[in-house]
């Protein structure tokens, strides 16, 4: 399976998980603390860097999957096992924007081997402006699947640009954390603006259905969250649609927003964690996020 199979090969690469050593082609210079997981956490929590931090670093990459794949993954497999209409589609097109280390394809082959999705050509394109940062992991997956995968190391903000260009519409559009990610590195205008660009996208494609999936830390802007950017984009697709917001149970905090409706089951779909690997990364145990689901329906011909 991808995911363990990817495990296991960042996992070795990330040979100084033990050890605190510095990586001999760090890009943090003096400030390295030795340990890639204290540079994500500089990376999240910028106000705990002693300089500014960034994903800039293909060994924080391998690392980043160690620690954050099961859960992503697990919570990705949940909301794409709502969409039925996808099961039998011979040819599925797969989008993700702001796509990192893929841990949607992570899913989407667990469900492929669970006999859920049946396709018999998966096509995927994956949109990250860090293709530097995660060129390891994508050049792993391409070497797991083979044809049919391609990466544009492009801003997100481009999207909608490299479809029509390409004249190749998904029939899965997926975002995944990345509209905190973007609150946190761009103006909330820029976030409207691109928003309005992919619902203006959306709305005119109506030969088929399309299906968007966006997964993401259950927070409010308030928080440093982009909870409230899933209903921006809900709002702007226009009629035909139907819509389900859903989340987890959080076994990490005492509350948690109710945004829609709640999984029956928080627990990892991916859960055969090795012991070395849960003591050198302590990898999240359940899915805690917030979802929003939305089917775009085929526009209605008129005769």
Same mark, same amino acid.
């Given at each position: 399976m991808l995911l363990y199979d990817l495990i296991e090969k960042c996992s070795y690469r990330d040979k100084f998980q033990n050890e605190h050593e510095q990586c001999e082609d760090c890009s943090y210079g003096d400030n390295c603390p030795g340990d890639c997981q204290k540079c994500m956490q500089y990376?999240?929590?910028?106000?705990?860097?002693?300089?500014?931090?960034?994903?800039?670093?293909?060994?924080?990459?391998?690392?980043?999957?160690?620690?954050?794949?099961? /859960?992503?993954a697990s919570e990705i497999t949940y909301g794409l096992a709502c969409f039925a209409e996808i099961r039998n589609k011979k040819t599925l097109k797969i989008m993700s924007v702001g796509c990192g280390p893929c841990t949607e394809l992570a899913a989407v082959d667990y469900l492929k081997e669970k006999g859920v999705l049946n396709y018999e050509k998966l096509q995927y394109r994956g949109i990250d402006p860090l293709g530097n940062v995660w060129r390891r992991i994508w050049s792993d997956i391409k070497e797991?699947?083979?044809?049919?995968?391609?990466?544009?190391? /492009?801003?997100?903000?481009?999207?909608?640009?490299?479809?029509?260009?390409?004249?190749?519409?998904?029939d899965v559009l997926i975002f995944q954390y990345v509209f905190s990610d973007m609150y946190k590195n761009s103006s909330t205008i820029e976030i409207n603006q691109f928003i309005d660009k992919l619902a203006t996208f959306l709305n005119a494609c109506g030969e088929k259905p399309i299906y968007i999936l966006c997964n993401d830390?259950?927070?409010? /802007?308030?928080?440093?969250?982009?909870?409230?950017?899933?209903?921006?984009?809900?709002? /702007?697709?226009?009629?035909?649609?139907?819509?389900?917001?859903?989340?987890?149970?959080?076994?990490?905090?005492?509350?948690?927003?109710?945004?829609?409706?709640?999984?029956?089951?928080?627990c990892l779909i991916f859960d055969d964690i090795p012991d070395e690997i849960r003591k050198a990364y302590n990898p999240f145990d359940s899915c805690a996020s917030a979802q929003i689901l939305i089917k775009k329906e085929q526009k209605e011909v008129i005769r």
């Open positions: 990376v999240h929590y910028p106000q705990n860097a002693p300089v500014p931090r960034k994903y800039d670093c293909v060994h924080m990459a391998d690392c980043y999957y160690c620690k954050y794949a099961y /859960k992503y797991y699947f083979g044809n049919g995968i391609n990466f544009y190391q /492009k801003d997100i903000l481009e999207l909608v640009d490299i479809i029509t260009r390409h004249s190749w519409v998904p830390i259950n927070l409010s /802007k308030a928080y440093n969250g982009g909870r409230e950017f899933f209903d921006a984009l809900e709002s /702007k697709i226009s009629n035909p649609k139907i819509v389900r917001r859903m989340h987890f149970n959080n076994n990490n905090k005492d509350r948690h927003f109710e945004y829609g409706d709640e999984y029956k089951r928080n």
